[in-house]
């Protein structure tokens, strides 16, 4: 017999709140993580308004406790500067270590399982799933790979479609920043400054990964590099990670496995939606799981829909990214962009709330 009903790999916002939400339906659930309890992740750290609404709506609103709003993206592209403002309710800026802290902290409180320092080595199909995560084999009806851009879920299963090939890197300052995202773009760069929790802001550049040799083994001499080059002046700042981005998936969904967040295949973080999209498409895994167990099982033909509802749920952030990617690399196409915005700054508006919503 299977000690779960699902395991759960890895604790980021997707898979604690796809854990939450398998708990919180009686659904006996494991959530293991390969780092120690309260690792910080390298993220941009903002949630879009419609992750602030999510969280309300499942009652988590104490998440965003001590977290910073902020009412616009502001693009700086060459002389351009460009405003757009959420136009109902504004997004937040948290720190990962605590956020993702308290999350699995109220997936632990619902009923769930959780195992720290558990690196999952081995997914295996079979009467049961089997999951070999450091000596013990766990066994469960259908496991969730939540476990990033790198997912060993993702690739033991025959779901890879291969890396990505972007690179963040970033780093947080202690002085704080007004309440808006600021997204510089230069040359072959992006720089996106949050205001994030405890009066302080993050700072993420986004490469592509064919320039990791220029960070000579260091991230935080190279990050103020870039940093100048923009003519930002960023402060103090702590010392800088790097994380790889974009993953891709040949599949979300399969017999006893689905996909949530950066390893069901990344949006590119250039529209800072990835805390948002975890937490949408782990609430979507819990409600296709929970559904699936109560009827046929946890087949193919039972979790087919997650598929459908993920593909709903980042068709905008999609499509936005790749607007974004498309400005990113043609200077000439973000000074034409820049300037129908300035005079019609109603639009910028309307398309950040197709984003937001």
């Known amino acids: 017999m299977a000690a779960w009903d699902v395991i759960v790999v890895g604790a980021g916002p997707a898979g604690a709140r796809c854990a939450l939400g398998l708990a919180r339906a009686g659904v006996r659930v494991l959530l293991v993580e390969r780092a120690r309890q309260g690792r910080d992740k390298p993220c941009g750290e903002g949630l879009l308004p419609r992750g602030v609404a999510a ?3 499942a009652g988590l609103g104490d998440l965003l406790d001590g977290a910073a709003p902020f009412r616009a993206i502001v693009l700086h592209s060459g002389r351009r500067v460009v405003e757009a403002r959420f136009l109902d309710a504004p997004g937040a800026g948290v720190r990962r270590a605590d956020f993702d802290a308290r999350l699995v902290e109220h997936a632990a409180h619902a009923g769930a399982d959780v195992r720290f320092e558990a690196k999952v080595r081995d997914v ?3 009467a049961w799933m089997g999951v070999l995560a450091g000596a013990d084999l766990l066994r469960a009806h259908a496991v ?19 890396a990505g090939d972007r690179l963040g890197v970033v780093a947080h300052s202690p ?48 990050l103020h590099a870039r940093l100048g080059e923009l003519g930002i002046v960023p402060g103090a700042l702590d010392a800088a990670r790097c994380t790889p981005l974009g993953g891709r998936a040949r599949a979300v969904s399969g017999d006893g496995v689905l996909l949530v967040g950066d390893a069901a295949g990344g949006v590119d973080p250039i529209i800072g939606c990835g805390v948002t999209l975890g937490l949408l498409s782990g609430e979507l895994a819990a409600a296709a799981l929970v559904a699936a167990l109560d009827g046929e099982g946890p087949t193919t033909r039972a979790l087919s829909g997650y598929a459908t509802a993920l593909r709903a749920l980042r068709r905008s952030s999609f499509a936005a990214a790749s607007v974004g990617l498309a400005l990113a690399r043609s200077p000439l196409l973000a000074e034409c962009a820049g300037a129908v915005l300035e005079r019609a700054p109603w639009l910028g508006n309307r398309l950040l709330a197709l984003v937001a919503a």
């Open 55 to 57: 969280l309300r709506r």
């Open 175 to 222: 002085s704080p920043w007004r309440d808006a995202v600021d997204l510089f773009l230069g040359d072959k760069v992006e720089v996106a400054i949050t205001p994030i929790a405890g009066g302080a802001r993050s700072v993420a550049a986004l490469v592509e990964r064919r320039r990791l040799r220029e960070l000579g083994g260091d991230a935080t001499r190279w």
């Open 144 to 162: 969730v790979g939540a476990d990033g851009v790198t997912s060993t879920v993702r690739r033991c299963l025959g779901l890879d479609g291969g």
């Open 124 to 126: 295996m199909r079979g």
